[in-house]
Nanobody, 125 residues
Framework: QVQLVESGGGLVQAGGSLRLSCEAS????????MGWFRQAPGKEREFVAA????????YYADSVKGRFTISGNNAKNTVYLQMNSLRPEDTAVYYC??????????????????WGTGTQVTVSS
């Protein structure tokens, strides 16, 4: 019922910045959690950041806290991930996900109901 499209990935040098976007279409949920996960080659998909449309609570993985910021524009059904001070270890495919229910941990992959197809972020040293 929900389609998600990520954009904004690319190749940047260490220390640089990127701003990812995730646009949702179809049915949306005002109480939904929107999250960003990433997956590097040979590794499991891991939590990066999440936020609630209602309430505005945000959550970050320790590895990105202080460098990444999640935000949203509800009118545009779009969530953003501002990434600053990028490091080579941030290189991964970044995925946007939607968690419809309040049940389930928002940092857990299995808690999310919909996913985009990802956008590649590559950070060179």
């Amino acid at each position: 019922q929900v389609q998600l499209v990520e954009s904004g990935g690319g190749l940047v040098q260490a220390g640089g910045s990127l701003r990812l976007s995730c646009e949702a279409s179809g049915r949306t949920f005002s109480s939904a959690v929107m999250g960003w996960f990433r997956q590097a080659p040979g590794k499991e998909r891991e939590f990066v950041a999440a936020g609630r449309w209602i309430g505005g609570n945000t959550y970050y993985a320790d590895s990105v806290k202080g460098r990444f910021t999640i935000s949203g524009n509800n009118a545009k059904n779009t969530v953003y991930l501002q990434m600053n001070s990028l490091r080579p270890e941030d290189t991964a495919v970044y995925y946007c996900g939607v968690k419809k229910s309040i049940i389930g941990a928002l940092m857990t992959l299995a808690s999310y109901d919909y996913w985009g197809t990802g956008t590649q972020v590559t950070v060179s040293s």
